[in-house]
């Protein structure tokens, strides 16, 4: 089965420090997406960050960004200026296109706790 | 733009019970994914409908069935439930091949 594998169950940082999430993953496709959700207790799954594998250049959405190693299969997430909102657990997903079925492969998530 | 509804948001179900939860998928999607997140875990892939039709399908047994109706909302049904079933069911909406994905806020299953 083809998997994604966040090392991390848990990771804290401190208000306004850095902090880097790790994910890796295995794929038999050329071209994919990669994704970074938050998960805060409301439930809701809220997409953080998108990088499409085709792309050589790594993502970034404000605070936010990627450092996508398409070779070695990594993609961690950055997080700069942490802030107290960004508590919440961290999922790292790969799209499958199998065909025309698009789903989403999730890791097991990353627990972020933000001291302050 | 509305977003993703799920509803109800909690349930609890004896085992053996069936269940059918809701989803209405936000505007201009036509594509519904369902997932079943376990206590710890990350989501796992239940299936997939687009235009009505069963479009994918993960590694669930066949009493997982579902429904999508013209306006694109959605419905898992879940017959003969087990205490495993005890999960938050997490609904997505998209536009298929556009690689977005909008979810809802779940429906948390007891089963008991």
């Keep these: 089965a083809q998997t994604v594998t966040q090392s991390q169950p848990e990771m804290s940082v401190q208000e306004a420090e850095t902090v880097t999430l790790s994910c890796t993953y295995d794929t038999s496709e050329s071209d994919y997406y990669l994704f970074w959700y938050k998960q805060p207790p409301s439930r809701q799954m809220i997409l953080v960050i998108r990088q499409e594998a085709y792309k050589q250049q790594n993502a970034t959405e404000n605070r936010f960004s990627v450092n996508f190693q398409k070779a070695a299969k990594s993609f961690s997430l950055k997080i700069s200026d942490s802030q107290l909102g960004d508590a919440a657990m961290y999922f790292c997903a790969r799209e499958n296109s199998g065909g025309s079925n698009y789903k989403l492969t999730f890791g097991k998530g990353t627990l972020l706790t933000v001291n302050p | ?112």
């Design chain 2, 1 to 112: 733009e509305t977003g993703v509804t799920q509803s109800p948001t909690h349930l609890i179900k004896t085992r053996g019970q069936q269940v059918t939860l809701r989803c209405s998928s936000q505007s201009g999607h036509n594509t519904v994914s369902w997932y079943q997140q376990a206590l710890g875990q990350g989501p796992q892939f239940i299936f997939q409908y687009y235009r009505e039709e069963e479009n994918g399908r993960g590694n669930f047994p066949p009493r997982f069935s579902g429904l999508q109706f013209p306006n694109y909302s959605s419905e898992l049904n879940v017959n003969a439930l087990e205490l495993d079933d005890s999960a938050l069911y997490l609904c997505a909406s998209s536009l298929l091949s556009h690689h977005g994905y909008t979810f809802g806020s779940g429906t948390r299953l007891t089963v008991v």
